[in-house]
């Protein structure tokens, strides 16, 4: 075996987005690009030598290829030890957990999350540090900068490494050790929730449940977990086994691409309860007997009921979600006398808050959830947190809905996604907004008046860095809400995402569908931004 130095030149777009860089397979394929990332992340980290690497990924195509090309980096760059799934498989909130069980010194993970799969679909990679999570700003900035001046990468020479076989093995001086996939996950799950109660209510004859897994990765986790574990009937998990190109779906856990699931659980014989998880098992969508739970109001409701599952039974530390979800947990974080934190789009944003013990529970209206557990979040989590939910209350997940905004009131809560439009009209579209935004305070827009509008910006409570540019956001005075932001995770063109939010307080209202109720706030958002003009659509790609 022989230590490579491979000269290379830095590629110009591997600035890392939302979470990680996301690309291409075609663009990983190139000669150099995968490495140059990879020894980016090394050099960032500067003293690899002797420390622990967690690796795995989704299972996408690409998956099994990169894994080699990593393990003889780390190899060349010094790490003592490196946990692989079997056969490279680990999901997102997976590897979290492996990092921070066995005090690794960080992780890369494979991945680009709910982007479709497949030799012309799309690949990721991303370093996650030493407390399980995404690596902060400072972190990816780092990386960056070393990606625009690279020179040179270090890679042994030598054999691929099995990674089918359970055990341990070795790279030169390094340990590589293939383990179970989801043994740790599934540990700590059942250290979380009231097993008990939920597998009585899994196995029983009154209740049914359905779990997409897209053909994604939390498939071999969601047999172990809800049908072996739990004892849900063998075909409760659909789309179980994770292809390589997903099955040609989009693995994105919402009511557009997860039809298979909608279907059914929109059907006359809809089964009580049905979730799904995206391509790399961090999202989740939950759905009742023909009823949808935006993941805002799944945040408020699983933060309302903490107490119920046995991990969370001494209550929440505080809250946070990102700035464009709804503020329905807001008010449960008020009910409770709780902080509540709002912070950019990206996990990122609450690992601070989590290490420091200020926040329990964590979630976006991008469909993730998750707790302090760990540090990415994690969609199978969500499902279980529901299901302990539904076991101890044993009411329907309608009823629960119902009850609750009757108690708080209701955030009807919508986001259009305008996909792939041209980048140079988005950048136009946030630009023009941009300067609307300076304009807007006490202006009236029919019974409403705006209280205020920014460009988002945070400071990180407990390290003090800042982070502009975060999202155009326009306040009224009764508590509604619109937010415009450009997506970082995409990989073709511009996604614009519109977010819009409006508070009642009237039960008799509460029922109304949210398009409809939302409806004036949207036809102000499509006036601010001139978005159908502009792009010429006459409809959003998806409507969440
Ligand atoms: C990632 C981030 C999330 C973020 C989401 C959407 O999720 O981890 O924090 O909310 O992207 O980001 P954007 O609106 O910029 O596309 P995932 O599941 O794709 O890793």
Request: with cysteine; proline share 4%.
């Amino acid at each position: 075996m022989t230590l490579r130095t491979v000269p290379t030149k830095p590629f110009d777009d591997q600035k890392p987005g939302t979470s990680g860089l996301r690309k291409k397979v075609s663009v990983f394929q190139q000669p150099h690009y995968l490495e140059n990332f990879v020894q980016a992340i090394f050099n960032a980290l500067e003293n690899c030598k002797g420390k622990t690497l967690v690796l795995g990924g989704d299972g996408r195509f690409y998956n099994r290829q990169a894994i080699q090309t990593i393990l003889k980096m780390a190899a060349a760059a010094g790490f003592g030890r490196v946990l692989v799934g079997h056969n490279g498989i680990l999901s997102t909130p997976a590897a979290s957990c492996v990092i921070r069980k066995h005090s690794a010194f960080g992780g890369i993970i494979l991945s680009a999350s709910h982007n479709p799969a497949g030799t012309d679909g799309d690949f990721g990679i991303k370093y996650n540090t030493t407390n399980g999570g995404p690596a902060a700003e400072k972190i990816t900035d780092a990386i960056y900068a070393r990606t625009r001046y690279l020179q040179r990468y270090y890679i042994l020479e030598a054999d691929d490494v099995p990674l089918d076989t359970l055990g341990q093995t070795r790279l030169g001086e390094m340990r590589i050790e293939i383990i179970d996939s989801v043994y740790d996950y599934a540990e700590m799950m059942e250290s979380l929730f009231n097993f008990a109660a939920i597998r009585q209510l899994c196995s029983g004859n009154t209740f049914n449940m359905r779990f997409d897994a897209m053909h994604a990765v939390t498939g071999p986790y969601a047999h172990e977990i809800l049908e072996k574990r739990l004892g849900a009937p063998v075909g409760t998990v659909m789309n179980g086994t994770p292809l390589e190109d997903f099955g040609g779906g989009h693995p994105d856990p919402n009511l557009t691409y997860a039809h298979d699931l909608v279907e059914t659980m929109f059907s006359a014989q809809a089964p009580d309860f049905g979730a799904a998880s995206d391509g790399d098992g961090d999202r989740n969508m939950i759905l009742g007997k023909r009823f949808f739970v935006t993941p805002s109001d799944s945040l408020a409701v699983i933060a309302a009921n903490a107490r119920l599952a046995p991990g969370y039974h001494r209550g929440l530390a505080g809250v946070a979600r990102s700035m464009p979800t709804s503020m329905a947990v807001d008010r449960v974080a008020q009910a409770l006398n709780i902080d509540c934190y709002e912070t950019p789009t990206g996990w990122k944003f609450f690992g601070n808050l989590m290490d420091a013990g200020r926040v329990t529970l964590c979630g976006e209206e991008s469909f993730g959830t998750g707790s302090s557990h760990i540090r990415e979040k994690d969609g199978l989590w969500a499902v279980l947190f529901w299901l302990n939910i539904l076991a101890v209350r044993q009411q329907s997940v309608e009823e629960i809905l119902l009850e609750h905004w009757g108690k708080y009131g209701r955030n009807f809560y919508t986001r259009h996604d305008y996909e792939n439009v041209d980048s140079s009209i988005a950048k136009d579209i946030m630009a023009q907004l941009h300067t609307h935004m300076a304009t807007l305070a006490g202006k009236p827009f029919g019974t409403r008046r705006v209280a205020y509008s920014d460009d988002f910006s945070y400071t990180d409570p407990i390290d003090g860095s800042v982070s502009t540019g975060q999202g155009m956001r326009i306040g009224f005075e009764d508590g509604a809400r619109i937010v415009f932001r450009l997506s970082g995770t995409g990989t073709e063109g511009a996604t614009l995402r519109i977010y819009v939010e409006a508070y009642e307080a009237d039960i008799a209202k509460h029922t109304q569908d949210t398009q409809h109720a939302l409806a004036d706030l949207i036809g102000i958002a499509n006036q601010l931004s001139g978005i159908r003009e502009k792009t010429g659509r006459t409809e959003p790609t998806v409507i969440t």
